[in-house]
């Protein structure tokens, strides 16, 4: 383990554009000086080694609970230092990938079913035929704003649907994820908190509106689930409804950054690009390659419930411990040539986007089916997919890892 002493500082590498635009090269020195380095002014500690990631996200001695991170923001004197942090992260609190066991299995349950491998397959024909209307847009394509044309409405259109939400209501809930997403960054500033606490407000005054309309006329769909958990007493009010929040948010932006972030490794390595076109049996490890190379998230989160022993270290009891997923996707124990973007890679799942353990994203094949089915119309419907310029990553976000822009040149030859 190295200590934060011998390091510049972590937050400040963290928030940096330079880092956000590419983190890979400083990720990559810090793995190569521990797997595991101990942040002594913040009290964090950051994983970046594939074996020791996994054996943490899969430990039942390490939750999701931030309520029991030592000197976090549930204690009484950080409710009294900052009381709007300790209003916003109530507010967002009760919701499965923020509690432990047994919450989190009761939670989990009512959400399962939906998620099952028949379930989401039969979700393909809604989500071919948002791509084919998105497409139908691009006509015969020319200079293209990827991102605000197909990776941003495609999974926001796809999630609302599951839930019966209009298409009216798209950029009203865009806007609401976008400040909601914030939260994730650990290290919010104020005017940020503020933000997102009106936010969840008043996403979830929307989402309570939907609930009591469900109520009066039910359908057959992952609300009417929601509601009859609920009125069942197996969610209370604040889950119910900090549960569907969170899958809406969730639910899009992930898979905004699967198809934004895959797009771009596919564009920047045209070679396979090129053996995906021919080959579309491919695609299944393609979607998994841009994952463990693009992932759409830098950190996930846990929190250490009693003394960690790993290693030569113990990590105490009520430590925050965050895993550094691009560099744990990019360890080169685990992945050869870990550097290099090949779809033909043997992945066997080992990537970590999705997290691991009891709290692997309930999502992730949905996610992953929705990345087929994105990058399959394109090459569908495209003979010509190029860059047209130089991407942006979005800097205003410390964890969620997105392009802000991705221009480009789409072309048919029929």
């Known amino acids: 383990m190295n200590t934060a002493t011998e390091q510049a500082s972590w937050w400040g590498t963290l928030k940096d554009p330079e880092f956000l635009t590419n983190p890979y090269p400083q990720l990559k020195a810090w793995r190569e000086q521990g797997a595991i380095h101990h942040d002594a002014a913040s009290d964090i500690y950051f994983v970046l080694g594939h074996r020791e990631f996994s054996k943490i996200g899969r430990s039942p001695k390490m939750g999701r609970d931030t309520r029991l991170w030592r000197d976090g923001w549930a204690t009484p004197e950080a409710k009294a230092r900052d009381p709007l942090s300790y209003e916003l992260f109530s507010e967002i609190q009760p919701q499965m990938i923020n509690v432990n066991p047994p919450d989190h299995r009761r939670m989990r349950a009512v959400f399962e079913e939906a ?31 990827f991102i605000k044309q197909y ?13 019966d939400i209009p298409a009216s209501m798209d950029d009203t809930i865009r806007g609401w994820s976008e400040s909601f997403i914030r939260v994730l960054d650990i290290m919010v500033s104020p005017e940020h908190r503020q933000e997102a606490l009106v936010a969840i407000r008043e996403f979830k005054a929307y989402v309570k509106g939907l609930i009591d309309e469900r109520r009066k006329h039910p359908g057959n769909n992952m609300l009417d689930t929601l509601v009859a958990a609920f009125d069942a007493g197996i969610l209370s009010e604040q889950e119910a409804l900090t549960n569907l929040v969170s899958m809406l948010v969730a639910g899009h932006e992930t898979t905004v ?9 596919l564009l920047r390595n045209p070679a396979e690009l090129a053996k995906l076109r021919a ?6 490890g393609a979607v998994e390659e841009c994952m463990r190379y693009e992932p759409g998230g830098n950190m996930i989160l846990r929190v250490a419930i009693e003394d960690f022993p790993i290693d ?9 411990v965050l895993g550094l997923i691009g560099a744990v996707n990019r360890d080169p124990g685990v992945f050869a040539d870990a550097e290099r ?5 043997p992945t066997n799942n080992l990537q970590m986007t999705f997290g691991a353990g009891a709290h692997t994203c309930l999502g992730a094949g949905f996610a992953r089916l929705e ?13 010509r997919l190029e ?15 997105s392009l802000a822009s991705l221009p480009m040149r789409m072309g048919r030859s029929g």
């Open 115 to 145: 998620f099952k491998p028949a379930a989401v397959a039969a979700l393909a024909p809604m989500i071919e035929a948002e791509a084919r209307r998105l497409i139908e847009q691009l006509g015969d394509g020319g200079e293209v704003e």
């Open 151 to 163: 990776a941003a409405p495609l999974p926001l259109r796809v999630v609302c649907n599951l839930f």
């Open 257 to 265: 950054s699967l198809i934004g972030n895959g797009m771009l490794c």
């Open 279 to 284: 080959d579309r049996s491919l695609m299944p």
């Open 312 to 320: 030569d270290m113990v990590i105490p009891a009520g430590s925050m």
């Open 341 to 345: 973007f090949d779809i033909a890679r």
């Open 371 to 383: 990345g087929k089915i994105a990058f399959n119309a394109l090459l569908d419907h495209f003979d």
């Open 387 to 401: 860059l047209a310029g130089e991407p942006r990553w979005r800097l205003d976000r410390m964890n969620a890892r």
